[in-house]
């Protein structure tokens, strides 16, 4: 199995759930900076230029966050990334859905690509703005579906992986984080396979 990563980038997640599950696995990182992902080497593999992509043992291609989570988890059930209670399951990828397409693809994505929403530089303040915005109300609302719970839909999932990254470039920019977000960061960060992935991304 191989992931491309870029180091503090959303594939953070992923790369939290390949080290939950403990097996040897090859972590590629692509330097968005340099732009890595739109030259050969990398569209040969991955035509969206995104990361995470994983390439699994047979070859095939996996991309989109919460696509690569399920497969992880349900090809890996010794690892307990997902619970059978159907209930819980539908949660577990509606709050990873809430994550990557409202929290980052919404709010980040404006805080840190500004110019891809506007044309105008003088605009780009505003659009970070609201991006701030959309994220803040994205954390208020996971914050009130976290209370009372150590973990997104109680026992640790795949859910946590994408809350985990939103929480922390939530860290990284600035946004304060309501009470049940930041403790569960924490409990994120308190975790082994977090702090391997951190070391490994040049982030510890
Ligand atoms: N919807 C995608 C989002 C992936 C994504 O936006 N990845 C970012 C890094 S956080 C990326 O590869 N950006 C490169 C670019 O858009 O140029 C997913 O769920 O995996």
Known sequence: MKLFYAPGACSIGIHVLLEELGKPYDGVA????????????????????KVPTV??????????????????????????????????????????????????MQGFARIFRAP??????????????????????GFATLDAALAGKDYAIGPFSIADAALFYVEFWAKRVGIAL???????????????????????????
């Not at 992902?37 to 230029?49: A, L």
């Not at 391997?196 to 040049?202: P, Q, S, V």
């Open 116 to 137: 891809n929403f506007t044309p105008t530089a003088s605009d780009e303040a505003a659009v970070k703005a609201r991006g701030t915005e959309i994220a803040e109300k």
């Open 30 to 49: 692509v330097n968005l900076r340099e732009g890595a992902h739109f030259k050969p080497e990398f569209t040969s593999v991955n035509p969206k230029s």
């Open 178 to 204: 309501p009470s049940n977000c930041a403790a569960h960061l924490e409990r994120m960060l308190a975790r082994p396979s977090v702090q391997r992935t951190l070391k490994a991304e040049g982030l510890a």
């Open 55 to 104: 390439v699994d043992d047979e070859g095939t291609v996996r991309t989109e966050f919460p696509a690569i989570a399920y497969w992880l988890a349900r090809t890996n059930p010794f690892a307990n990334l997902l619970p059978d209670n159907i209930d819980l399951q539908a949660r577990a990828l509606e709050l990873m859905d809430y994550c990557v397409a409202t929290i980052h």
